[in-house]
């Protein structure tokens, strides 16, 4: 194996089976530094944790062996799925986030991504549209890995996907705003891509998040919850991928 051990005390006791995980959730660690990140990930008060971390330098560490539960998403949706803790690995990467000064990934960070990426794909066939940021199964609470994460990059590497739309075409109907019926038709998009609306109150407010997710994801430049031509052709597209 290519990583080194570091365990967590933050797992549940029960054993899954390889055939429960299904999904694959990127996250950063959002903390101003690196040896506080893997404290906390480690410390059994902080009842958080991760099955793996990427470390500034590469480095893999393993916190939690893929068969337990290790509790990294929190409360989470995701086509039918809810609280997918119990069907996903978790990978945190070291980045200080949106709150201290969020960065690039690194070179290395990105290809130890890839590498543990393909290793996990293989090893438990993960859907390439199973890839997931925390953002997209938690777009109320969380924003991370964010808009720098490489899903471009790693979409030619077979790992999540990605649209094949012409970026000058698109970068034309950047803004442009969308009517009702379009804009319907976007919303049922993100739905069978997999993010979910449901909500009590304030669905206006909601779906706004859910677009914000969307474009943090697939629209990296702009990210402002509003769905304008460009949003709606790469969820089309999107969804030709899917079929
Ligand atoms: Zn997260």
Redesign the pocket.
Known sequence: MFTTLNYSPNFDLKKRKIKDIKFI????T?MKNEKQAIRKLTDTNSKVSSHYLIKNNGEILTLVPDLYIAW???ISHWKKYKSLNKNSI?I?ISNPGHDFKYKKFSKKQILAILKLSRFLFKKYKIKANNFLG??DI?PDR?I??GEKFPWKYLSKKKIGYWHSLNNQKLLKERSLSTNNYEKMKFSRNLHIIGYTNKTKKNKKKYFKIICSAFQRRYRQELINGIIDKECLSISENLLKKLK
């Open positions: 959730v990127f996250h950063y959002g990294h998403a929190g978790g945190e925390h953002s938690a969380k991370d890995p």
